[in-house]
């Protein structure tokens, strides 16, 4: 195998699309084909415009019941994908599809705090309220059940007694910039041989 195409999902802002789209810019194995988002107002859509990377949106209902994403992913060869920030849950013909090669960073450490509708701010809270020692992130591979595939990595980091999910929040954001471009590609790299 050459190179390996991948495609990031994305919902918002797009700060680790861009760190992961940076980290691989260089790299002749890795290349970021297409970001894909569910959302026509995502920032992440001007971050991938500014790489020169294309962006594609789709609704839910095209993720959920149409062709549409997999024809996408066929056209563009697309080997692996990565989820950034990505909201919607994955169809189960999808997942089955890329078995192993569906990767997702999560803003805690699983199997805390993960599970349908904890994302973004409000798993933070939920670990503030939780009076956690601790949080950190979650690098795993997607199966059909929510935060639930295979663990590749995790980044711990302490709460301080004053935490709050905002500066918790920031902490998660370097966690996630520092680790999630290079666990990527470490795993991407694993399996070239095999």
């Known amino acids: 195998m050459d190179n390996v195409n991948i495609a990031i ?5 797009g700060t680790n699309a861009e760190n992961i789209i940076r980290y691989f810019s260089g ?6 084909k297409l970001v894909l988002t569910n959302r026509e107002d995502a920032y992440v859509l001007k971050r991938a415009i500014m790489l020169e990377i294309p962006g594609i949106i789709f609704s839910a209902n095209e993720l959920r019941e149409g062709s549409k994403v997999d024809e996408i992913l066929s056209d ?44 973004g701010h409000r798993v933070h809270q ?22 639930n595939g295979e663990t590749l990595f995790q980044a711990k980091c302490k709460l301080d007694p004053d935490e709050s999910a905002e500066t918790l929040a920031a902490k998660i954001h370097q966690l996630e910039k520092e680790h999630f471009p290079r666990v990527i590609g470490e795993y991407i790299k694993s399996h070239l041989a095999t």
């Open 9 to 13: 999902f994305a919902s918002g802002s």
């Open 27 to 32: 790299d002749p194995t890795v290349q970021t």
């Open 76 to 119: 563009n060869k697309i080997d692996y994908i990565i989820l950034a920030g990505f909201l919607l849950k994955v169809p189960d013909r999808i997942v089955s599809k890329f078995r192993g090669r569906i990767i997702n960073v999560h803003p805690a450490l699983l199997p805390k705090f993960g599970g349908k509708g904890m994302y």
């Open 126 to 147: 939920a670990v503030v309220d939780s009076l956690e020692k601790e949080s950190g992130i979650t690098i795993h591979l997607v199966d059909e059940v929510y935060d």
